[in-house]
Every structure is written in structure tokens, then in C-alpha cells.
């Protein structure tokens, strides 16, 4: 089946610093490619929707200055969190969509805890 | 705006105790509802995409359902690796992303 791998799983970071995360479609092409983020005990929040080549579509109240995304490939997506905060600190999740599937599957990645101190 | 709401919150039952998990959504033109599993820490595993009303799929003990309102996730027998959060989302309206509920938290006691 359709594997997304994620990296980091967890990292901790100082405030103000970067963070990048990378996700990576392992056995299929993604056209697009997923960002969501997760709060304890809240539902998982979109936070951007990327394209091969094309710039990222963020959602609504979402910092795009502060959320960089780049989709440089069909098969690798990155977010870097710049400049980051302890509000910052959550679970990120990334999400793929094969091209070659009718069901427009979404597979998802491990995830990767942030912690900003 | 698509909404999506799932009930219970939290769910105790005893191992082989049946029961039901819900999903109510409101969106325009759905395209896809999804039903997936998350262990904690962990990302969400896909278990279900049903497509229109009527439309019903099983895997082990679980079977899922779809109306024009609504999803039920039937769960038969469950064992204790069946504890995890349930998690319903759909893809309607113009979104290309997918829209989640907060989940059940299902706990199987042996």
C-alpha cells in the first residue's frame, strides 16, 4: 500500500529558532500534498494544501511568512517552521495523495511532535 | 463551511461488547467520507472511504455505513488492540483537503 514517511518524528527547538520537517511519498507519486496540525485532544487542522511546482494554498489564519512549505518534487513536501514560538509547539501531520488512485486515497504520514522551549 | 462532529467523545466497553461510533457531517457536495484510526503519537491509518448513501464497507470487526447525513462505524466483538481514537473526515464543497471531526476515543477493557 501507499507509504508517507516523515521526519522527524519529534524535535525540540529553542525559541526563535527553525524547524524543518520533511515528507516523503515512498511508493507512489503525490500531486498534492497535505499539511495538518493537532492540538492535544482536538481534531486534526488543515493548515495548507501543496502542489508539485506551484506555491502552497494556506487555510485561513494561517501564516504563510511563518509556515514555509515547498513541494519541490512528486514525491518530497517540507514545512519549515521559522522563528519558532512555544505556541508553535504541536503535532504536525503530513498527508499525501497518490494520483494514480481513483479513490483519491490520503495517506498520512507518522507525524512529528514539535516542542518549542 | 463543512462541519463534521463525532459522537461519543469517549467510549468504555468490555472486550466483545458491540457497539456503535457516529459521525454527523454537513457539507456541500460530498465527494468522500474517511474513516481512519489513530494510535497515540501517531498519524492517522486509513480504514474506510465510502462514497455515497447506502454505500456500506467491512474490514475484521469493523463495518462502516454512510446516509445523506450522516456515518456509523459498527464495531462487533472488539478486542483490546481495538482501543485507539476514530477519526471521521469528509472532502466536499471546494476544499481539496480533508475536513476532520475531534474523534472517539475507544477504550476495549479485557
Known amino acids: 500500500g501507499a507509504v508517507v514517511s516523515q521526519h522527524p518524528s519529534w524535535v525540540i527547538c529553542k525559541s526563535g529558532t527553525s524547524v524543518k520537517i520533511e515528507c516523503r511519498s515512498l511508493?507512489?507519486?503525490?500531486?498534492?500534498m497535505f499539511w495538518y496540525r493537532q492540538f492535544p485532544k482536538q481534531s486534526l487542522m488543515l493548515m495548507a494544501t501543496s502542489n508539485e511546482g506551484s506555491k502552497a494554498t494556506y487555510e485561513q489564519g494561517v501564516e504563510k511568512d511563518k509556515f514555509l512549505i515547498n513541494h519541490a518534487s512528486l514525491t518530497l513536501s517540507t514545512l519549515t517552521v521559522t522563528s519558532a514560538h512555544p505556541e508553535d509547539s504541536s503535532f504536525y501531520i503530513c498527508s499525501a495523495r497518490d494520483r494514480g488512485q481513483r479513490a483519491y486515497g490520503y495517506t498520512f504520514g507518522s507525524g512529528t511532535r514539535l516542542t518549542v522551549v | 463551511e463543512d462541519q463534521v462532529t463525532q459522537s461519543p467523545e469517549a467510549l468504555r466497553l468490555q472486550e466483545g461488547e458491540s457497539s456503535s461510533l457516529n459521525c454527523s457531517y454537513t457539507?456541500?457536495?460530498?465527494?468522500?467520507l474517511f474513516w481512519y484510526r489513530q494510535d497515540p503519537g501517531k498519524g492517522p491509518e486509513f480504514l474506510f472511504t465510502l462514497y455515497s448513501a447506502g454505500e456500506e464497507k467491512e474490514k475484521e470487526r469493523l463495518k462502516a455505513t454512510l446516509t445523506k447525513k450522516e456515518s456509523f462505524l459498527h464495531i462487533t466483538a472488539p478486542k483490546p488492540e481495538d482501543s485507539a481514537t476514530y477519526l471521521c473526515?469528509?472532502?466536499?464543497?471546494?476544499?481539496?483537503?480533508?475536513?476532520f471531526g475531534k474523534g472517539t476515543h475507544l477504550i476495549i477493557q479485557p
Open positions: 457539507v456541500s457536495g460530498l465527494r468522500g
Open positions: 473526515a469528509v472532502w466536499g464543497g471546494g476544499a481539496d483537503g480533508l475536513t
Open positions: 511508493d507512489f507519486q503525490a500531486t498534492t
